[in-house]
């Protein structure tokens, strides 16, 4: 377990921020923590010796991710702070046992004797080749994701924005 | 051709948004049209084929078209085409309709993919753009019920995506590689660590109930089906979710799991689950979209039953079925999108005596109806035949039995919604209501024809739907 200190640190902090972005009155904080989650899995990215992985999370993810989101949120109305904080007392109430179910979860998980897995480059080459030269087919898939996420923006916001 | 059948619709999408002043709505739905009916065509003039893309880095990209994959297209298709003819009349504001078709090109890519490729990850992928264009979709008028029903469609998809994901991760870990042959040959010698294995299954299938709606992870359909514009719901539940979730699962369970005993014994169990409690559901409502979403949830079981049996007429007899259930389903959301297009309304209450007033509407619906509830010489009796006698073959008599009894079911809510619908006295909402129009007619008469047609010359066409065994290419 003294092995692992810095990365149940980052699994502790990358939980808080996630609650964070969840229960924030403000939209703009909620991607301010999202941010940070993500850099949060960057950094244990990082400690399990995947580093083009965690730049991956790091620029897309904690980046562009961002982006999108916050110019997203400048075409919507928000809530008032009140009836969000009304909201997310009552969701406390119903949900609190959700993440002590998770944390419990997980220190169960510890206690298993998991195998010994192989490491990334052992299996399939290393990030650089997978991803240019062996899944071009799944780039352009998750390229096309962009492009629907991009009409989606389109259909539900840039339209209402217009109306308004 | 098979590259061509993921890239076109892509090629589609570029070509349709350009700045060019000539795309008006109706060069939209033309051009989506002859994309899909070509699909269909193109299957139908090209033998099957495997092919194989190499890459530098050694992994052989897979793209397969065996007798499973051609049906599929060939309803993706179909579906598709009523679809973008629904939307063309249903959707009459410009920019939406242009939304509407981009949308449907992008989840044709996701589709097709998804039937074609050979590996676990890229399934997951091309999942997700489905995912992704319908949850757009249903939201597409902005309606407050549409937003609630995109928005829990949207949250159990991200969690289903989540599960495939570590699946995809722990099939990584055990067998060293995604691709189907690599996961299929890793299990059948004994993967090194069985029970991560297992666990990779498990979450992976789990994964894929979430994604076609399988009791008891249906919470979203309903939801999703009944608020979704007419143009989607002829998608969603005559295509998307039959693609994502029950042909994904035809295609791993016996092509990759190799018919794993413990999954077929789960399957057997949710597949009884999902028609029974889907026909009990459906028999309380009304409201005419989401009674047939809460029997698509009872016909799908059909399909998982039979794909828990596992034996080469249980599968061609599932197959089989989730080619009728696309076609019965799509002619019954375009009834439903003619109907609320002259009543605005869906609720079954404010119908009465529909049948006088829309008669091809009527009659189409009723053929419809009765194919699903399995009532010969229709396309659905022979599914739901083969299946039993499948059931019934491989010693699973109390399923057999169960089936039986739950198409007793089926009438019974479908015989509910004639006689509030379209039977009975006119009601004051209905004393002013005309047919619907010719093309938005055209859809719902074709595919009316297809389940007569495919009913009365299954003897024929028997041999296409067998899956098994001859024609598996890897």
Redesign the interface.
């Known amino acids: 377990m003294c092995d692992y200190v810095i990365e149940l640190i980052l699994l502790g902090g990358l939980v808080l921020s996630a609650l964070w972005a969840v229960l924030s009155p403000r939209l703009l904080r909620s991607v301010l923590a999202l941010a940070l989650a993500s850099i949060m899995v960057t950094l244990l990215l990082f400690r399990l010796r995947s580093p083009l992985a965690g730049v991956f999370e790091l620029s897309v993810c904690a980046g562009l991710i961002s982006a999108v989101f916050l110019s997203v949120i400048s075409m919507t109305q928000p809530d008032t702070e009140t009836s969000v904080n009304k909201e997310n007392r009552e969701r406390l109430r119903r949900y609190w046992y959700l993440p002590v179910i998770l944390v419990l979860v997980g220190l169960a998980l510890c206690r298993l004797e998991l195998?010994n897995?192989?490491l990334a480059e052992e299996?399939?080459?290393s990030v650089r080749?997978?991803l240019w030269?062996?899944?071009?087919?799944?780039l352009?898939?998750?390229i096309?994701?962009l492009?629907?996420?991009a009409?989606?923006v389109?259909?539900?916001f840039k339209?209402?924005r217009n109306e308004r | 051709m098979l590259p061509l059948l993921?890239l076109a619709p892509?090629v589609g999408?570029i070509i349709l948004n350009l700045p060019i002043k000539a795309f008006n709505r109706t060069l939209f739905a033309v051009v989506g049209l002859v994309l899909a009916l070509g699909q269909i065509a193109l299957v139908w003039a090209n033998p099957p084929g495997f092919l194989e893309?190499s890459?530098?880095?050694?992994?052989v990209?897979g793209l397969v078209e065996d007798n499973l994959a051609r049906i599929m297209l060939v309803a993706i298709g179909m579906a598709l085409a009523a679809a973008i003819v629904v939307g063309h009349e249903t959707i009459k504001e410009e920019?939406?309709q242009r939304?509407f078709i981009?949308?449907i090109l992008?989840s044709m890519?996701?589709m097709n993919?998804t039937v074609l490729?050979t590996d676990l990850?890229?399934l997951y992928?091309?999942i997700?753009?489905t995912g992704?264009?319908s949850?757009?979709m249903i939201?597409?008028h902005?309606g407050k019920d549409a937003i609630e029903g995109a928005f829990k469609y949207l949250i159990l998809s991200a969690v289903a995506g989540a599960l495939m994901l570590l699946g995809v991760a722990f099939f990584?870990?055990t067998a060293?590689?995604t691709d189907f042959s690599s996961v299929s040959g890793a299990l059948a010698e004994g993967a090194?660590?069985p029970g991560?294995a297992r666990v990779a299954m498990g979450v992976f299938i789990c994964g894929l109930f979430v994604k076609g709606g399988m009791v008891p992870f249906h919470g979203w359909l309903p939801a999703a089906y009944s608020t979704a514009p007419s143009g989607v719901s002829v998608m969603l539940a005559g295509i998307a979710t039959k693609v994502s979730g029950v042909y994904a699962l035809i295609r791993v369970v016996r092509f990759v799991f190799a018919q794993d005993p413990a999954v077929s014994q789960i399957l057997l169990i949710l597949g009884i689950l999902s028609i029974v409690v889907g026909a009990l559901a459906a028999l309380g409502q009304t409201d005419l979209k989401r009674m047939l979403a809460y029997s698509s949830i009872s016909q799908v079981g059909y399909i998982i039953l039979a794909v828990g049996c596992g034996t080469e007429v249980a599968m061609a007899g599932a197959v089989f079925h989730l080619f009728n259930h696309a076609v019965f389903k799509s002619l019954l959301f375009s009834n439903s999108a003619a109907v609320e297009q002259q009543l605005g309304t869906t609720d079954m209450d404010q119908m009465g005596g529909l049948g006088t007033k829309m008669p091809i509407t009527s009659l189409t619906a009723t053929i419809a109806l009765l194919s699903t509830a399995g009532i010969p010489p229709l396309s659905g009796f022979w599914s739901k035949l083969i299946i039993v006698a499948a059931l019934w073959h491989a010693g699973l008599h109390g399923y057999a039995v169960i089936a039986v009894l739950s198409s007793l079911l089926t009438l019974a809510y479908f015989l509910g919604m004639e006689r509030r619908a379209f039977f009975g006295k006119v009601t004051p909402a209905v004393a002013n209501v005309r047919e619907a129009n010719l093309v938005l007619l055209a859809p719902a008469v074709l595919l009316a024809l297809v389940t007569i047609g495919l009913g009365l010359c299954f003897p024929y066409l028997a041999e296409s739907f067998m899956v098994l065994g001859r024609d598996r290419l890897w």
């Not at chain 1, 030269?133 to 799944?138: A, C, I, P, S, T």
């Open positions: 195998p897995f192989p299996i399939g080459g080749d997978v030269n062996v899944r071009q087919l799944d352009l898939g998750q096309v994701i492009l629907a996420g009409f989606g389109v259909v539900l339209e209402w | 993921v892509l999408l893309l890459s530098p880095g050694g992994l990209l920019s939406r939304s981009n949308l992008v890519m996701g993919g490729l990850f890229s992928v091309f997700e753009i992704v264009a949850f757009i939201a597409l902005r990584l870990l060293g590689a090194p660590h991560i």
